[in-house]
């Protein structure tokens, strides 16, 4: 069996990250039929990106990001235009966001005693019905 290490990051630095750079059309394909899957069968997914950078890259990137940050004119488009410097050869990620301990037995409780359940999200409408369906029991 592998060891797990515990290793603390720091967070440096949080990017609005609102778009999608050009990407291979054949992984934006199934990158895409692999989430809606994940959806169908019921798995709310999170997924993230990431990339190593030295530390030399890091600090030359933030000069030009704090000045972004700071500039009075055009600053979304000074601050879009340093995060697209960054948000390049990244590797994307999956993790299954699994609902908290006790919420299916919470919410199987609540529906026998007659309490109608209302789902909100943010998903697409698919997801939404799949994960009350799968995880949450909800008929």
Not at 28 to 57: I, P, W
Not at 89 to 99: F, P, R, V
Request: charged share 30%; aromatic share 6%.
């Amino acid at each position: 069996m592998s060891k797990i290490l515990d290793v603390p990051y720091e967070i440096l630095n949080v990017l609005e990250f609102n778009r999608l750079c050009e990407v291979n059309d054949d992984l934006k394909k199934v990158t895409r039929q692999h989430l809606e899957q994940f959806g169908s069968a019921g798995l709310h997914t999170l997924c993230m990106a990431y990339r190593n950078l030295s530390a030399d890259m890091y600090e030359s990137w933030n000069e030009k990001f704090i000045l972004a940050k700071s500039s009075l004119r055009d600053r979304e488009k000074k601050l879009d235009e340093v995060a697209e410097l960054i948000e390049k050869d990244l590797t994307m990620i999956a993790i299954e966001d699994k609902l908290q301990e006790g919420v299916p037995d919470c919410i199987e409780t609540l529906s026998r005693s007659g309490i109608k359940i209302w789902v909100l999200t943010e998903d697409k409408m698919g997801t939404t019905i799949n994960i009350a369906y799968g995880a949450l029991g909800i008929h």
